[in-house]
């Protein structure tokens, strides 16, 4: 069964940082691209970035709004990615899931539960 | 980037009902389009893929149709379960940009 687990949420002021986990079981994660998307109360769904598999050089890509902030990483040996979010503002506040998302030639598509980032002073 | 819009942005419909939802991408996608249910409280769902073509699991009364830029998400007899949000996505290129989402409301 695959499983996808966030953790690290929680309350950060306006300019400080955070560093979000991502643990996944139950697939081959180190040859899958994970991203990460977010959700603000009451609003749409955001797609945050992605890092590809070690085959495509663990490329990554993010969203104009975290572009320069915001930075995805993974250690394959344990089966977890993150997401460095620095210099983080108000408008950062969301609900952030990571996922192994809809592929072209895939039918796979798994999220996790989320996890809760407020940004307050 | 590839820009997606939805409408409506919002419905309330009557069970039994047929229910029609257009995505619209700024650029053609070829047929590299997804549709997400989200209910409140809980993960998006994945209902369909290359635009048309029903995930596993998703009752037959979900379809989806369009190529290009232009698709449409039809439930064809609205269920009280299936009030929820849905979003499209484009899943050919990064931003994976997801529509704003069509709120469906049963009356």
């Known amino acids: 069964e695959v499983h996808l687990v966030e953790s690290g949420g929680g309350l950060v002021q306006p300019g400080g940082s955070l560093k979000l986990s991502c643990a996944a079981s139950?697939?081959?994660?180190?040859?899958?691209?994970i991203h990460w998307v977010r959700q603000a109360s009451g609003k749409g769904l955001e797609w945050v970035g992605r890092?590809?598999?070690?085959?495509?050089?663990?490329?990554?890509a993010y969203s104009a709004s975290v572009q320069g902030r915001f930075t995805i990483s993974r250690n394959d040996s344990k089966n977890t990615a993150y997401l460095q979010m620095n210099t983080v503002k108000t408008e950062d506040t969301a609900v952030y899931y990571c996922?192994?998302?809809?592929?072209?030639?895939?039918?796979?598509?798994?999220w996790g539960q989320g996890t809760l980032v407020t940004v307050s002073s | 980037d590839i820009q997606m819009t939805q409408s409506p942005s919002s419905l309330s419909a009557s069970i039994g009902d047929r229910v029609i939802i257009t995505c619209r991408a700024s650029?053609?996608?070829?047929?590299?389009l997804a549709w997400y249910q989200q209910k409140p409280g809980k993960v998006p769902n994945l209902l369909i893929y290359?635009?048309?073509t029903l995930q596993s699991g998703v009752p037959s009364r979900f379809s989806g149709s369009g190529s290009g830029t232009d698709f449409i998400l039809t439930i064809s007899s609205l269920q009280p379960e299936d009030a929820a949000t849905y979003y499209c996505?484009?899943?050919?290129?990064?931003?994976?940009?997801f529509g704003p989402g069509t709120k469906v409301e049963i009356k």
């Open positions: 996922a192994r998302l809809l592929m072209v030639g895939t039918t796979a598509d798994y």
């Open positions: 139950g697939f081959t994660f180190s040859g899958s691209t």
């Open positions: 890092i590809r598999a070690n085959t495509n050089d663990y490329a990554t």
């Open positions: 650029q053609a996608i070829s047929n590299y």
């Open positions: 290359t635009a048309s």
């Open positions: 996505q484009n899943y050919n290129s990064v931003p994976r940009t």
